[in-house]
């Protein structure tokens, strides 16, 4: 028998429950000639600002040991050209959900965006990212400070005629608080979580291998803290969860669910292989049938805790 592969969240159905992730997708269209697109459940593009942005200088992009680090700098075409070009291809695909990243230096950065976008068709729902630097709390991050957070995601669900989904940051220090202070302020659902920040130096020349000195660190070797950070905040919060960190295997998508995650999202995996999304989603049917699930949704927070 075939399982039901199909999840929701957020008012949104998807056909099954692997999305490709920000930043390592595109606007999507651009893959149409590798992958099926209307096989993928949903994908998101990368973060859009207000303007365009160039984003850093080379080099960005870093190999680690187990993962990636990148400092690409939120490169992107701006809220206006994406709307005009990169959208509406993708109409083509109406099995595969578009959701888009929205980015901004200042609360009404983020909500001239959201604005610009609820006029446009064809978008299943936003994702914030809260990762970027407030320019009116000295650069830190949105996501690392609860207030900013409480702000921030309460004005743009004010703003948003789609659902909000509100993707944490990582580096703070109790994921189940900041995950509670992005649903009580509105958030429609979580992504649980963007990149680690890291870093990478050359022992020789003495100097940081990244322009930007900084980075997010991504895939295999931020996995067990990206499953913990699911499982704690699907504890903390009743919204659902998106969960991602290092998936690359089927295995790896089962586990997230188990923590609590309702559909997951797939990144670095996809600059190794193209295709990884599309596998997962392959992979993902199969095990289901080889474990004769009738639904994948049944997977959602079946991990069993043994009793102390
Ligand atoms: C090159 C690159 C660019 C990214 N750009 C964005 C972005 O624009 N907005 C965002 O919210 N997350 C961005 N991310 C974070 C990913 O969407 C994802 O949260 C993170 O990489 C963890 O998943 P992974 O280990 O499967 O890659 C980016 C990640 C990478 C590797």
Redesign the pocket.
Known sequence: MKPDMRVSFAGIELTNPVIA????FGYGIEFEEIVSLDRLGAF????ISLEPMAGHAAPR?IHTAA??L?A?G?Q?LGVKEYVAKKLPPMQRYPQCKVIV?V?GCTVSEYVSVIEQLNQAEGIAAY?L?V?CPNVHAGGMAFGADANSLEYLVSRAKTKSARPLIV?LSPNVTSIAHMAHVAAEAGADAL?V???FLGMAIDPEERKPLLTNVTG?L??????PI?LRMVYDAAKAVSVPILG?????NTEDAVEFMLAGATAV???????ADPRAVERLVKGLESWCKSHQMERVASLTGALEVPRA
């Not at 991504?218 to 996995?223: C, F, L, M, V, W």
């Not at 999202?265 to 600059?271: D, F, I, K, L, P």
């Open positions: 992730a920000s930043g390592t998101v593009t990368k973060g992009l993962g990636m990148n690409i939120l992107n990243n980015f994702e990212n990762s993707k992504s979580v963007n990149t997010g991504s895939g295999p070797a931020i996995k990206a991602m960190g290092g998936i690359i999202q797939v990144g670095t995996a996809s600059y």
